[in-house]
């Protein structure tokens, strides 16, 4: 869907590619743990290269940057969110990298509304950095698109909840007719499980949230928080519009270092789930799928009440899913119905969900055929 799958570098580009992020970074030398993991899984998973960083030498932003004129600005603009990944993991970041990225970002002529996010970590200006987020031109959008496709009116942001609006919410409870197997019935089932509040009504999350929920069914992830750092990088690398990074800054920031307190109108920080082992293959795998989608997708704008009927399986055939890989599996990627899927603390819900409405529970099981 981008040139780098169109004209895919070959081992010696990514060996040089690699040079750079490293360098913008700090070098080799300064790499954390993590970072030590997770650069080589990411650029073996989108390129298929494997890349070795003790063979990585020191590159300048000048000279990397010459090396790159090659490539157009979305491929050069990818290159600087990698190195941004990288550097987002850190905290405290330092300023030396904060700046360092500015630099190779000025020498590639991109830019990208996270490197003020990560200056602003670097200075400590936590605060600044989350009203950032929140201005963020993708994350803080409400044009009328996004508003048609959440089916509901007045929202005082993005993030805003709706609690109160019958025709929303019986939008939502109709999908509890549809047939075992379409989408939307998968969604219904996905909220049940788990005691989620379907939006409209009171204790719900707020609408472009539950946007998402849809893709942990469509894309096959579970509910942990190690799953929703899969989703929002699936989520992320599925849209053309390189904006939509900030959706992988938002959450690496509320749930490796906890730089955000808050965010997405429902999650509170909870920091060191990137760290949790496997993590680095199970996130460059999310953001391969998101980049082997066929097209652009932007997952938060979409109207998912049109996809509701038709089967799962012909919706994931038709933006052209890519299974997980093998590794990815291995290393716990889990789907909303396979072991590991869940919390306990969903599991719980849904037992009350049930017991207040005076409904009889269903108790969660795996459920091989649903992912």
Do not use: C
């Not at 919410?169 to 499980?193: H, N």
């Amino acid at each position: 869907m981008d040139e780098v799958l169109l004209t895919p570098p070959d081992a010696a580009e990514v060996r040089f590619v690699a040079r750079g992020v490293v360098s913008a970074v700090g070098g080799v030398e300064g790499l954390t743990p993590l970072q030590q993991l997770l650069i080589p899984a990411l650029f073996l998973s989108m390129t298929g290269h494997p890349v070795e960083l003790a063979e990585v030498s020191p590159i300048g932003a000048a000279e990397f940057a010459a090396g790159m004129a090659r490539r157009n600005a979305i491929f050069r603009e990818r290159v600087l969110q990698t190195a941004l990944l990288a550097a987002l993991v850190v905290r405290p970041l330092p300023e030396e990298v904060a700046d360092r990225l500015r630099e190779f970002a000025d020498a590639l002529g991109v830019d990208d509304e996270m490197i003020t996010v990560a200056q602003l970590y670097a200075e400590g200006a936590v605060d600044l950095a989350a009203v950032d987020f929140s201005r963020n031109g993708y994350l803080g959008n409400v044009d009328a698109l996004r508003m048609g496709a959440l089916h509901t009116e007045g929202l005082d942001s993005s993030w805003s909840a709706v609690t109160d609006d019958p025709a929303l919410a019986g939008r939502w409870a109709e999908l509890w007719d549809l047939p075992v197997g379409t989408l939307g019935r998968g969604v219904a089932d996905f909220y049940r499980d788990r005691g989620f509040v379907t939006p409209g009504l009171p204790g719900s999350a707020p609408p472009l949230l539950a946007q998402h929920d849809w893709v942990h069914v469509l894309a096959g992830y579970g509910t942990t928080l190690e799953n929703e750092i899969e989703v929002f990088a699936f989520m992320a690398r599925a849209n053309d519009d390189p904006r939509a990074f900030s959706l992988l800054a938002m959450v690496i920031s509320l749930f490796e270092t906890g730089y955000l307190r808050a965010g997405a109108g429902l999650f509170e920080a909870d920091e060191g789930h990137l760290r949790t082992r496997g993590m680095a293959q199970r996130l460059g795998d999310a953001m391969r799928r998101g980049a082997l989608t066929r097209g652009s997708h932007d997952f938060l704008d979409l109207d998912w009440f049109a996809l509701a009927d038709r089967p799962i399986t012909v919706v994931r055939n038709e933006i052209g899913l890519v299974p997980k890989a093998d590794a990815a599996v291995a290393a716990g990627s889990a789907g909303p119905w396979q072991p590991g899927g869940i919390t306990p603390y969903q599991l719980n819900s849904s037992k009350s969900a049930a017991e207040s409405a005076g409904r009889p529970y269903i108790p969660w099981q795996p459920d091989p055929t649903r992912d």
